[in-house]
């Protein structure tokens, strides 16, 4: 950490699993900032599927950690967890929460940032964010985020991230004594009084957008981890019927549903901006076959975006979500997608009892 940093002591806490090729370049790029490193490796339950059978990574992430420990540690910040050191006897962690929660009680940092493997910071911005915290000394940070699909060249938005607000991504909480995170989804923390920081002094995404500071998360990049992905959070929420990975992000059926949030309406759109560093060396690290990582060819991508109804069309709906972000006309969007629910809950157990006797 540099040294006129030393008042700001910032844990990152990551969690992780079948986090290549992205790991030593995450590690990489938040090792200056950092007071603490804490890793949480392992896969859920909901995840067992794709987990070796100890519960780790299958592609090599756990041993990419204790090399990244080994090599590039030298003063001792990264700590390495895992399910069996919180005493889960079958390698698997129950879920996501209690992941968090194991970097969260380690925490010795005054700040804790919640950081994923695939997500990244521009170096000149971490910097501000530091003078962010020594200067106003927020309780809690959520930023605004960039999602890059099949390439560092295009990007994914919709209605599920303009219009529902999953682009504002909670990460940064002030720690304490006595402070305790609550739950993964949405990141939760609170102070010894049992307040939640949201209700304290919180820097909001809109905030950090007008200071030009971003997320950039690569979590649609590579076939293996959208697959990956995909397939924890059909075996979490029961999803059962959808191709979206095949149908659409390999084969791109459906262009105007191309967020995994296959159910929202959502596109794609050439990516302008400058990359953090290490996503730049890591794509370098790739070209040059310092390791291989399937990639997903693009032309399909060139294709899509050079037609004119296609650049038409989300100009369109970009307005169409941001116009449904703000009130009167969210709250009835709220009460209709709420309704939408409870029928799909009460025709789930239709069909599943129809199922269940034909089956």
Known sequence: MHEHDRDIRITFGMIVFNGEPFVKYNLSSVYPFAHQIIVVEGACRSSSSVAGPDGHSTDGTLESLYRFKHEQDPDNKVEIVTAADEGYADGLWPEKDEMSTAYAKRTTGNYLWQI???????????????????????????????????????????????????????????????YSYKTHRPATVIDEQGTDLRKKYWLQASDLKRMQIYMYHYSLLFPHQVFSKVQYYKNLFGERFDTWEESVYLRLAKPFRAHNTYRHIGWLERFTGEHPAAIHKMMKDIHNEAFKVEQRPCADVEKLLAKRYYKIATVLLRMCAHIMAVQPFHFFYRAYAAMDRTLNRLFGVIRDHILGILC
């Open 116 to 178: 994923d493997s695939d997500e990244f910071y521009h170096e000149e911005q971490l910097v501000r964010v530091i003078d962010i915290l020594r200067t106003k000394r927020p309780d809690m940070i959520s930023f605004p985020m960039i999602t890059f699909w099949g390439s560092p060249d295009y990007i994914v938005d919709g209605f599920f991230l303009i219009r529902d607000k999953h682009d504002q991504i909670p990460r940064l909480f002030a720690w304490g004594a006595g």
